[in-house]
C-alpha cells in the first residue's frame, strides 16, 4: 500500500522559500510519477511539478524558475523547493503518485494516490 506524508508547509512572506517534504512508503520511482499538486479552496487542482523515473521533471508555467522538485531515493523522500514565493502561490499542496511517464507527471488523470497536504500561505 502506497502511503504519502507531507510536510514543510507554513507561512512565508512574498519574495521568500519553503522547501516542501514527502515521505513516500510503498512506492519506486522507476517509471513512474511523482508530483506536487496544489489547490486554492473551491478551485481546481493544479499539478506545479513532476518527476518521472527519478529523473526527469516537468514544471508547470507558473512555478517554472522557481519551484525545484527533487527527490532522496534512500529516504523515499521527495521535495518541492519554493524560491520567490508570491501570493498566488497560496494553496493546499499535495504529494502524489502515479502510473504516468514523461510530460503526464503534470497530468492529474495519472495520479492514484495522494498525501494529506499541507498548507502554504504566503502574504504580502
Known amino acids: 500500500q502506497v502511503q504519502l506524508v507531507e510536510s514543510g508547509g507554513g507561512s512565508v512572506r512574498a519574495g521568500g522559500s519553503l522547501r516542501l517534504s514527502c515521505i513516500i512508503s510503498g512506492y519506486t520511482f522507476d517509471s513512474r510519477c511523482v508530483g506536487w499538486v496544489r489547490q486554492v479552496t473551491d478551485k481546481e487542482r493544479e499539478a506545479v511539478a513532476g518527476?518521472?523515473?527519478?529523473?526527469?521533471?516537468y514544471y508547470a508555467d507558473s512555478v517554472k524558475g522557481r519551484f525545484t522538485i527533487s527527490h532522496d531515493v534512500a529516504k523515499n523522500t521527495v521535495y518541492l523547493q519554493m524560491n520567490s514565493l508570491k501570493t498566488e502561490d497560496t494553496a493546499m499542496y499535495y504529494c502524489?503518485?502515479?502510473?504516468?511517464?514523461?510530460?503526464?507527471?503534470?497530468?492529474?488523470?495519472?495520479?492514484?494516490?495522494w498525501g494529506q497536504g499541507t498548507q502554504v500561505t504566503v502574504s504580502s
Open positions: 518527476l518521472w523515473n527519478g529523473a526527469r521533471t
Open positions: 502524489a503518485a502515479g502510473r504516468g511517464a514523461g510530460h503526464r507527471c503534470l497530468a492529474l488523470i495519472e495520479y492514484e494516490n
